[in-house]
């Protein structure tokens, strides 16, 4: 599953949470810290675990 990192547009907060993609595209995402709606879906580097050895 994939980790979206998200800031709130009311206290700035910025935090990940961890959701399936089809999770990401029906639920409505609320700030940890003061519970509002209105947050932005930031743009943030990822990286792939795999079980190879390189």
Request: charged fraction near 30%; hydrophobic fraction near 25%.
């Amino acid at each position: 599953m994939p980790l979206y990192e998200f800031q709130c547009q009311n206290c700035n907060e910025t935090f990940t949470k961890k959701m399936s993609v089809s999770e990401m595209e029906k639920t409505k995402v609320r700030c940890p810290k003061c519970n509002s709606e209105n947050v932005r879906k930031k743009i943030s580097n990822f990286f792939s675990i795999t079980s190879k050895k390189s």
